[in-house]
């Protein structure tokens, strides 16, 4: 879905790996200290500062893709494995962190997260423990294939917040360098004969993985999310409270102008992966669609409320195993919140969602008559497996550029991989047996359905899809709109690709990062008509 982040496990699902140790000394030596950096093309994604000794690992990192400063600290032993990790997550602005510690026990690791009663998580004996995604903890797979001493070192990483370990393999390539292989990803590392990560290359992500000496202490900055000068409108902070509890910060802009005293009002869903309520990520820095939304819905009178996803921002992380249907209850808050506003008329308020956003759309309005209108962009018709394989033949054909038996081989590892990733069920099990056309058939609310001609995510044909199934369950109003040389993102884009020659993610290197104007336009006429 949305820059291949959930869906296809594209960046922190597959830097799910990293954890800790070298043999203990009868003296402690001094702590190691370095940098570490996981770049993008230009743009840096996670910078990080980490201390090692013999028995403990510790650092912060700095990950652009949720705006946080997470703190952790590791206990390792001598077979290189850790036996107890206390993380604390800060958001923008805030002195004290989320809390979470993870003992290793036995065959079972023991999660505490917050105020939340212990949980237990089985079958994760001599796996490697590891925060996503320190480079410092990939580091600690190395040097646990070392402590195995075999060539290739057959491991279990356990993620953190996954439900149960991934098997995996690191392989030398030479002297000074090792394949490391889990949960779906590669990664291609130089070493130093100690084991310490020098460089690197996760080459299907096109991520470079670098050190550097150490530096000073990190910072996180508060993207702006005011109203420009010459706006018509305001913008607010605003805080939502979900029925689980969960605190969900966002951006509500209300026009300034609002004739009988009240505004018609949207909620924006976001794609899959961590993104803040602008649909921002760090994996494509400056793309920021609801942004571009939320302004000319404002200069049109439409008030828009924008979220951060779970653990993004000023969000709160929740659950670490969580699906579409929990994102849908989050929306779903928001929804209560904009009719709670006396600023808002709750008989007028649509929902715009972009990829998972569009999935996640149609769930909501089958319980909630009053909604008023649907936009769904580059959303699907058929479950989350076929999407998924949609694009893993993308790749295959168009960047691989594999035929015959090799393009069949490829294919065949590709759904094997896809069907164990998502038989362990969370979101990706969720989101591959998902059938999204059934929830369509139960709506009766206006829908615009926009889709990109070159989408090479959500196959184009998906929005005829889409519109059947609407109109197989007797909605009368359904328009969809289709926009030639448009990609996923709805960029201008005449190839669409998502995917470079190398495999990398291509969205970040385009000419413009800001939506098609016809795009914005055609969604403002079509909402301001059916808000008014």
Do not use: C
């Amino acid at each position: 879905m949305t820059r291949n982040h959930r869906a296809s496990a594209l960046l922190v699902s597959a830097l799910a790996a990293r954890a800790i140790a070298h043999p203990l000394s009868a003296q402690e030596p001094s702590p190691e200290r370095t940098s570490f950096y996981l770049l993008l093309g230009r743009d840096t994604i996670v910078e990080e500062r980490s201390s090692r000794t013999p028995t403990e690992l510790s650092g912060e990192f700095r990950d652009r893709l949720r705006n946080a400063r997470v703190t952790y600290t590791a206990a390792l032993n001598a077979s290189a494995l850790v036996t107890h990790i206390d993380l604390r997550t800060f958001r923008p602005g805030a002195q004290t962190g989320d809390v979470a510690s993870f003992i290793i026990e036995g065959d079972s690791i023991v999660a505490k997260i917050g105020d939340a009663a212990p949980a237990k998580i089985p079958g994760t004996a001599g796996a490697v423990a590891i925060v996503n995604p320190a480079v410092a903890f990939i580091e600690q797979v190395v040097l646990r294939a070392r402590a195995i001493g075999t060539d290739p070192a057959s491991i279990k990483v356990f993620i953190l917040g996954a439900p149960q370990p991934f098997a995996g393999t690191v392989k030398r390539l030479g002297a000074d360098s090792v394949r490391v292989e889990y949960a779906g990803a590669s990664m291609d590392l130089a070493v130093s004969p100690t084991g310490r990560v020098l460089g690197g290359v996760i080459p299907a992500q096109g991520i470079r993985i670098t050190r550097g000496p150490a530096l000073g202490a990190l910072n996180i900055q508060r993207p702006d999310y005011s109203a420009p000068p010459d706006a018509p409108y305001v913008a607010e902070d605003v805080v939502v409270t979900t029925p689980a509890g969960l605190h969900l910060a966002g951006t509500l802009t209300l026009p300034r102008a609002r004739p009988g005293g009240k505004a018609p009002a949207i909620i924006t869903i976001t794609g899959s992966g961590p993104e803040d309520r602008d649909e921002q990520s760090g994996a494509i820095p400056g793309y920021r669609p609801f942004r571009e939304l939320a302004d000319t819905l404002g200069r049109r009178g439409i008030a828009v409320l924008r979220l951060d996803d779970r653990g993004v921002g000023g969000s709160d992380a929740g659950a670490a195993s969580v699906t579409s249907a929990d994102f849908a209850s989050d929306i779903k808050a928001g929804i209560a919140y904009l009719r709670g506003r006396a600023e808002i008329d709750g008989n007028r308020v649509g929902i715009v969602g972009h990829s998972e956003g569009g999935i996640i759309a149609p769930m909501i309005a089958i319980s909630d008559p009053k909604l008023r209108a649907l936009v769904l962009m580059a959303g699907s018709a058929s479950k989350g497996r076929e999407i998924i394989m949609e694009q893993n033949r993308y790749v295959i054909d168009s960047v691989s550029r594999l035929r015959g038996p090799a393009r069949d081989s490829a294919l065949a590892k590709a759904g094997r991989s896809l069907d164990s990733l998502g038989a362990r069920g969370g979101w990706l099990g969720f989101f591959v047996a998902y059938d999204p056309s059934t929830a369509a058939r139960q709506v009766k609310t206006p829908v615009l359905i926009l889709q990109g001609e070159t989408d090479r995510q959500v196959p184009p044909a998906q929005a005829q899809l889409l519109a059947d199934a609407f109109r197989a369950g007797g909605n009368r109003d359904v328009t969809v709109r289709m926009f030639p040389a448009t990609n996923h993102l709805f960029l201008a884009d005449s190839s669409g690709a998502f995917a470079d020659a190398s495999g990398g993610l291509r969205y970040g290197k385009l000419p413009s990062l800001h939506v098609r104007p016809e795009v914005v336009g055609t969604i403002a006429d079509w909402l301001s008509d059916r808000l008014k």
